[in-house]
């Protein structure tokens, strides 16, 4: 399972805009999706700082006790957990780890646990790892098209983020623009 996952999670972040089907665990704090459950566990270890919603104690028990991932901030978190699901707004983008010029790979990655990936205003993304264009429609606030597109000035620097809903996921790179269709 753990294979499969770590695959699909690589192929989103390759192919922007696609979404990709995620195995589902037998057990998983409620308040998590299943793609937001099972891509915590693909991705975090101990050595990995997560900031989870301060509200979502017993999300934070779940992962401390497979992974042993230390809580941390937002601010220095190396994987970020918000949405909806979990009481959280999204954070700033620009308030997350961006990395350096001489490491971007230090910057956060966003898990964005949404309520939908196809009833939100649609998105055009364009960039590497999409032939021409790419629509998708997920539900997502309406600063987030703004501040994407400011981090771009930043490239290399910037946050990657991975949309997250039922069993599916979809990644978006630093790289990949974002205007609104």
């Known amino acids: 399972m753990a294979q499969a996952t770590f695959r699909a999670i690589l192929d989103a ?3 922007p805009g696609r979404r ?7 057990q998983a704090p409620g ?8 891509t915590l566990l693909t991705l975090v270890d101990a050595t990995t700082p997560v900031a989870l919603p301060e509200a979502d104690r017993d999300t934070a028990a779940w992962l401390t006790f497979h992974t042993g991932a230390p809580a941390a901030p937002a601010e220095v978190a190396a994987f970020v957990l918000a949405g909806p699901a979990h009481g959280s ?3 700033v983008l620009a308030s997350l780890r961006q990395g350096t010029f001489d490491a971007p790979e230090a910057s956060a990655t966003l898990l964005l646990d949404i309520a939908s990936l196809t009833d939100g205003a649609p998105l055009t993304l364009s960039g590497p790892g999409i032939a021409h264009t790419q629509t998708i429609a997920p539900t997502l606030d309406a600063a987030f098209v ?3 597109q400011q981090q771009g ?3 290399p620097r ?5 949309l997250l809903c039922g069993a599916e996921i ?3 790179p630093r790289s990949t623009c974002i205007t609104e269709a």
Do not use: K, M, N
């Not at 308040?31 to 099972?38: D, F, G, V």
């Open 89 to 91: 707004a999204r954070p």
């Open 146 to 148: 703004a501040e994407w």
């Open 13 to 15: 972040i390759a192919h």
């Open 153 to 155: 000035a930043l490239f």
């Open 170 to 172: 979809v990644g978006l």
């Open 31 to 38: 308040s998590l999706s299943p793609a937001a459950a099972i």
């Open 20 to 26: 990709y089907g995620l195995p589902r665990l037998a």
């Open 158 to 162: 910037g946050v990657d983020v991975f």
